[in-house]
């Protein structure tokens, strides 16, 4: 049968897939069949059972680009904007952090115009400092690593 996952925890290293015929099917991370790791929206074949979803794998997208349309972002992409314009905030908002991304990208800019003060130059290399070292921790991270704690987790800072 095919579903698509429609919650993937690794806290608790499972997860619920809506199958194709309404019902809903939970899953633990050991009937996962593939590399990489499974994340909400992902389309997948698997196994219904009375305990859940059994020997699930991913479809393969049919799209040029199925990371994008998958939810993943690219741990390459993202260390490039936050190391080459990390003091706009543009690795943040590559990542979805909107917030973060506004609050990186103001403090740079009100360093800018504060540069005749002493705290304006050290406002504007702030952020472009926080950028240098995310996208240094973003380059030693594996693929997987990276989705798991940036994209899935959601962690905005460090």
Known sequence: MQGTILEASFQSNSGIIAGEDGGRYSFSANQWRANGIPHKGQRVDFLPSDDGATEI???????????????????TIAALFAIVLGSFGAHKF????NTQGIIMAALTISGWVLTSVLLGALWAWIPGIVGLIEGIIY????????QETYVVNQKHWF
């Open 57 to 75: 794998y991913p479809l393969q997208s049919t799209s040029d680009f199925p990371s994008l349309i998958a939810g993943e972002k690219n741990r």
């Open 94 to 97: 590559y990542l979805g952090y």
């Open 139 to 146: 380059l030693t991270k594996s693929d997987e690593s990276f």
